[in-house]
């Protein structure tokens, strides 16, 4: 089985405050990693994917995540926080083992201004 | 927009009444999805099109009915459902079932379901 594991569930910063979200994944074959991002009242966005080739991959609004295989972990990172930041985090994995993407529980996150 | 839309945005039910949500894609995608969200739980996934076919029903009480009539379209059917089952609806669509870009997932805005 797949599994992904979110150790932070809730998160409040600081606004210019250093961000990383833990993501643990359980699968011993090749993965695909996602964060997606849920804004309040809004759909779920992907904020950056890894499918291969450079383990540190940079999304969008200034996020990055850093693959570690050996680590099994996709930790999400953002140097300075926003206050528009706020919102809730999912990392997801995808694999072509069992073809389907499973979601971590979501890590929500509240930037104080 | 994601190219993903979802309709209700949001729908109370009577545990006897019958409804459908409903999902379209204009992506061109092949495979679609239903999740359901609810606080504190991991995205569940429910069930899985590929090309009009389903390929995967997660354990998912008969209640729940889908329906792909064609790949742009995907609808849930619902009928005598628990107050357990209110949570946020939500369909995805990805190119195909293949790893890597086709098989990144576009959400739509989801249905907030109550059941009452």
């Known amino acids: 089985a797949q599994s992904v594991s979110q150790h932070n569930h809730h998160v409040i910063l600081s606004e210019a405050a250093s961000l990383e979200l833990g993501c643990n994944y359980s699968?011993?074959?090749?993965?695909?990693l996602f964060w997606y991002v849920q804004y309040p009242g809004q759909h779920l966005q992907l904020l950056l994917k890894?499918?291969?080739?450079?383990?540190l991959v940079k999304g969008i609004k200034g996020f990055e995540a850093e693959f570690i295989k050996s680590k099994f972990s996709f930790n999400l990172r953002k140097p300075s926080v926003q206050w528009s930041d706020t919102a809730e985090y999912f990392c997801?994995?995808?694999?072509?083992?069992?073809?389907?993407?499973?979601f971590g529980i979501g890590t929500k996150l509240q930037v104080i201004p | 927009e994601t190219g993903v839309t979802q309709t209700p945005r949001h729908l109370v039910m009577g545990m006897t009444n019958k409804k459908s949500l409903k999902c379209e894609q204009h992506?061109?995608?092949?495979?679609m999805y239903w999740y359901k969200q609810s606080a504190k739980k991991p995205l569940e996934l429910m069930f899985v099109?590929?090309?009009?076919?389903?390929?995967e029903n997660n354990s998912v009480p008969s209640r729940f009915s889908p329906e792909c009539p064609n790949s742009s379209h995907l609808f849930l059917h619902l009928h005598t459902l628990q107050p357990e089952d209110s949570a946020l609806y939500l369909c995805?669509?990805?190119?195909?079932?293949?790893?890597?870009?086709?098989?990144?997932?576009?959400f739509g805005q989801g249905t907030r379901l109550t059941v009452v």
């Open positions: 995805a669509s990805s190119q195909d079932l293949g790893a890597g870009p086709r098989g990144e997932a576009f």
């Open positions: 699968y011993g074959g090749t993965v695909n």
């Open positions: 890894y499918f291969s080739g450079d383990p």
């Open positions: 997801a994995l995808y694999s072509g083992g069992y073809q389907k993407v499973t």
């Open positions: 992506l061109g995608h092949n495979a």
């Open positions: 099109y590929n090309f009009k076919e389903q390929t």
